[in-house]
């Protein structure tokens, strides 16, 4: 009895996730659409979603944030913020984290999602991973946004893994080749507890707080690209670390 009790929570719990995606994608939507008209508007956006969309999901979800900083974000300059990916709180963790404006690196898959879909194909950086063309697509793309004074933010491992055991899966070149060819600082976050309030098992989660943690950032300025397996391994194993304290 006390399973089936437990497993109604759950439910219930997701339900009430998407419904706050939702509403405020409802109650905004006229907004939403006239600041994806234009790339030059896009801060706006940035600013509508960080604060009436993420905001609300998180609180509303019960998981108020902590974060600690190693090194400060300097406002007006670009990064490439990398983290550890294990749910979809992160997506809105990390719009809480920064306030400088940044345009997500993603799958294309995610386009299909109802409400969401519609503006994440308007404003983030699309990549087919099974598609070359695609991909290098992403580096013209991510300079555009870059010239534009805006931060790009890439899940590094690619997805999440299947097997939730896996602590950190391993890392994608591309966040860190990226950074390189633009001359641009890479942050490293570490998320400790998003997985275990909203993991991708449906009959898991729960309310509490996330932590997380803006390490001390690696400049790219004097690195080229046949650094870039080194920083990549650097980057994660200081994500591994934290993780695994």
């Known amino acids: 009895m006390l399973r089936i009790v437990k497993?109604?929570?759950?439910?219930?719990?997701r339900i009430w996730f998407y419904v706050l995606v939702a509403v405020p994608i409802v109650l905004f939507f006229p907004f939403l659409v006239l600041t994806t008209l234009s790339e030059k508007w896009y801060p706006q956006f940035f600013w509508l979603a960080?604060?009436?969309w993420a905001r609300p999901i998180l609180l509303g979800m019960g998981c108020?944030?902590?974060?600690?900083?190693?090194?400060?974000?300097?406002?007006?300059?670009?990064?490439?913020?990398?983290a550890n990916h294990t749910s979809m709180l992160d997506i809105m963790l990390?719009?809480?984290?920064s306030r400088n404006p940044f345009v997500f690196v993603g799958k294309k898959e995610l386009v299909k999602i109802p409400l969401f879909g519609f503006f994440y194909k308007r404003v983030c950086i699309l990549v087919d991973r099974e598609n070359s063309r695609s991909r290098m697509g992403v580096y013209r793309r991510a300079q555009r946004r870059?010239?534009?004074g805006l931060s790009i933010c890439i899940f590094p491992e690619g997805g999440v893994p299947d097997d939730e055991s896996i602590v950190l899966d391993e890392f994608k070149d591309g966040a860190f080749k990226m950074a390189i060819a633009h001359n641009i600082p890479v942050v490293p976050m570490t998320f400790y507890d998003n997985k275990k309030r909203f993991s991708f098992t449906f009959l898991s989660g729960g309310p509490g707080l996330l932590r997380a943690k803006v390490h001390a950032f690696f400049e790219t300025a004097n690195l080229e690209d046949k650094d870039k397996a080194?920083?990549?391994e650097q980057v994660r194993n200081v994500i591994l670390k934290e993780l695994e304290k």
């Open 7 to 13: 497993n109604i929570g759950y439910t219930l719990y």
């Open 50 to 52: 960080r604060n009436f």
């Open 64 to 82: 108020p944030q902590k974060v600690t900083w190693e090194q400060k974000l300097v406002r007006g300059k670009s990064y490439m913020l990398v």
């Open 94 to 97: 990390m719009l809480r984290i």
């Open 146 to 148: 870059l010239d534009q």
């Open 230 to 232: 080194t920083l990549r």
